[in-house]
T-cell receptor
Framework: DTGVSQDPRHKITKRGQNVTFRCDPI?????LYWYRQTLGQGPEFLTY????????KSRLLSDRFSAERPKGSFSTLEIQRTEQGDSAMYLC???????????FGPGTRLTVL | DQQVKQNSPSLSVQEGRISILNCDYT??????FLWYKKYPAEGPTFLIS???IKDKNEDGRFTVFLNKSAKHLSLHIVPSQPGDSAVYFC??????????WGAGTKLIIKP
């Protein structure tokens, strides 16, 4: 049990709706990452935070996606006007080691109908 | 472009034998490499890592070998156990610790 938690674990929504996911890391004020994983692929980097600052965003993160990490603690990922192509597992991870080890939460499985 | 490749989608190994999972990469600037294990409906679980300045790292039944000249790394699991059945991901990173992942290899341990 890494201690990184994500909520909800599953989300089913209709196309065009907005969804928000939450990630609670083990500890505050360190690096927190968001990834997306589709079937048969490895996780793809979306964005990361150092404390409350969002330092990098992937080109995968369209303007419909926004992430926040107020006060450097928990983080939220919002997807506006969801599309069927947004269906995926959304993973949150926390940097945990000097060799780049990241500990992952259980993920949120999003299904857009 | 795929900077990290796992060319075997699946691998079947007899219980008690050695499992060898392979990974190739193209970016010579990667500083470190990691192996993760993933069960369905769970997040990836960290297994073992290796710095680019080393060629071997061992942790219990798991050993990772790095061949920088060939841009190749492998994970050896000895002996293989039924609980090792999962999808294994190779990942690589540099600098800001953004990880680039392979597509995974599904390992099946036969009794």
């Amino acid at each position: 049990d890494t201690g990184v938690s994500q909520d909800p674990r599953h989300k089913i929504t209709k196309r065009g709706q907005n969804v928000t996911f939450r990630c609670d890391p083990i500890s505050e004020h360190n690096r927190l990452y968001w990834y997306r994983q589709t079937l048969g692929q490895g996780p793809e980097f979306l964005t990361y935070f150092q404390n409350e600052a969002q330092l990098e965003k992937s080109r995968l993160l369209s303007d419909r996606f926004s992430a926040e990490r107020p006060k450097g603690s928990f983080s939220t990922l919002e997807i506006q006007r969801t599309e069927q192509g947004d269906s995926a597992m959304y993973l949150c991870a926390q940097l945990a080691g000097g060799n780049g080890e990241q500990f992952f939460g259980p993920g949120t499985r999003l299904t857009v109908l | 472009d795929q900077q990290v490749k796992q060319n075997s989608p699946s691998l079947s190994v007899q219980e008690g034998r050695i499992s060898i999972l392979n990974c190739d990469y193209t970016n010579s600037m990667f500083d470190y490499f990691l192996w993760y294990k993933k069960y369905p409906a769970e997040g990836p679980t960290f297994l073992i890592s290796i710095s680019s300045i080393k060629d071997k790292n061992e942790d219990g039944r798991f050993t990772v070998f790095l061949n920088k000249s060939a841009k190749h790394l492998s994970l050896h699991i000895v002996p293989s156990q039924p609980g090792d059945s999962a999808v294994y991901f190779c990942a690589a990173g540099e600098g800001n610790y953004q990880l680039i992942w392979g597509a995974g290899t599904k390992l099946i341990i036969k009794p």
